[in-house]
């Protein structure tokens, strides 16, 4: 999804560099160096700014104040890349770990999980297992967690998405990410959903489901929470056409 939070920072960093980039081509190791800095996002009220950069050999989360003009830093991994930043409100941020750098591009072969942390650095908490605890727990399922969308005005709750109740289906959550308190939002979910179209009220209205051991794909609607979900269409992926429902309209 376009964020104009994430490019606006970007680009400042980008008007910086422009003149030495300018001056002489690039070498190969430059063009494939990893970024310094990484993953830029401002906070909703403008006031902080959040980004991953090169510590200990991985990507680590830094936290600069922007009023204050000091900055801190919020991880310490040495073992795992710090990935896929998000503001919960303007205190906290959740992210998941990974390995950038990876041949066929950022992994979680160790990592996932979901963590949350504030940006004064107090609170900190694990909201999902990792691949490698699942792993070491002799679990033969991974049980995910990641951020379907945060919400607008709230520092604490955001919308999740995970097959913590099914391994061959997503499942909606409002997520607490202080306490680690959740609510199933989906709970008479079609089979097999595997994409969700929330409406402006955060109801699910649209989910997108398939058909074991088949590319047919299944578009469900439903009304509004108390209404029973109906096909609205179903379709074959290796021959189109396709349908991909993407949002409401602010009249829902």
């Not at 003009?69 to 992210?95: I, P, Q």
């Not at 160790?110 to 699942?134: A, I, N, P």
């Amino acid at each position: 999804m376009f964020s104009l939070r994430r490019v606006v920072p970007f680009l400042l960093l980008l008007i910086c560099a422009v003149g030495s980039w300018a001056a002489e081509p690039f070498t190969l190791e430059e063009y494939f160096r990893l970024p310094q800095v990484a993953e830029p996002l401002l906070s909703p009220n403008g006031k902080f700014f959040a980004c991953t950069a090169p510590l200990s050999g991985k990507r680590n989360l830094f936290i600069f104040d922007l009023e204050a003009n000091k900055g801190a830093l919020l991880t310490n991994f040495s073992d795992l890349d710090v990935m896929d930043v998000e503001w919960v409100g303007n205190d906290r941020l959740v992210y998941t770990l990974g390995n950038v750098n990876a041949p066929t591009g950022p992994e979680h072969f160790e990592g996932g999980g979901l963590f949350m942390v504030s940006r004064d650095g107090k609170e900190s908490k694990q909201l999902s297992e990792t691949v490698k605890q699942m792993r070491d727990s002799s679990h033969f399922v991974y049980r995910w967690l990641t951020v379907h969308r945060t919400l607008p005005g709230s520092d604490e709750e955001i919308i999740a998405e995970g097959n913590q109740r099914s391994e061959e289906a997503v499942d909606l959550y409002r997520l607490n990410v202080r306490t680690g308190k959740k609510s199933l939002l989906s709970f008479d979910r079609p089979e097999r959903t595997h994409a969700w179209v929330l409406d402006n009220k955060m109801v699910p209205r649209v989910a997108v489901g398939g058909v074991k051991n088949a590319l047919t794909q299944i578009v469900y609607y439903r009304k509004d929470a108390n209404s029973p979900w109906v096909e609205l269409l179903r379709y074959d992926m290796a021959k189109g056409p396709t349908f991909a429902p993407l949002a409401f309209e602010d009249d829902d």
